[in-house]
């Protein structure tokens, strides 16, 4: 097992052991819940479809915005 480098801030570990803990939970979330959907309440391939369009769209609206109001700043920094 890999050791935590003793030279690291301790803010910094915390904050990356943190970040491994709310990704883990994202992706085992993004993995349960469409089990849960077809075993618990017999989903159909439809639903699950639907189940993961939306469990994903938030990641694509939020990256879409952030591509925009990036392009945006950068039209508005040329301008000045």
């Given at each position: 097992?890999?050791?935590?480098?003793?030279?690291?801030?301790?803010?910094?570990?915390?904050?990356?052991?943190s970040n491994l803990a709310?990704?883990?939970?994202?992706?085992?979330?993004?993995?349960?819940?469409?089990?849960?959907?077809?075993?618990?309440?017999?989903?159909?391939?439809?639903?699950?479809?639907?189940?993961?369009t939306v469990q994903t769209?938030?990641?694509?609206?939020?990256?879409?915005?952030?591509?925009?109001?990036a392009g945006f700043a950068?039209?508005?920094?040329?301008?000045?």
């Open positions: 097992m890999a050791r935590i480098n003793p030279n690291l801030p301790r803010p910094f570990v915390k904050l990356a052991w709310d990704r883990s939970a994202e992706h085992l979330s993004l993995a349960a819940v469409p089990l849960v959907a077809v075993l618990a309440l017999g989903a159909g391939p439809g639903e699950i479809g639907m189940l993961a769209l938030p990641f694509l609206l939020l990256s879409i915005r952030q591509v925009l109001f950068d039209a508005l920094k040329s301008r000045l």
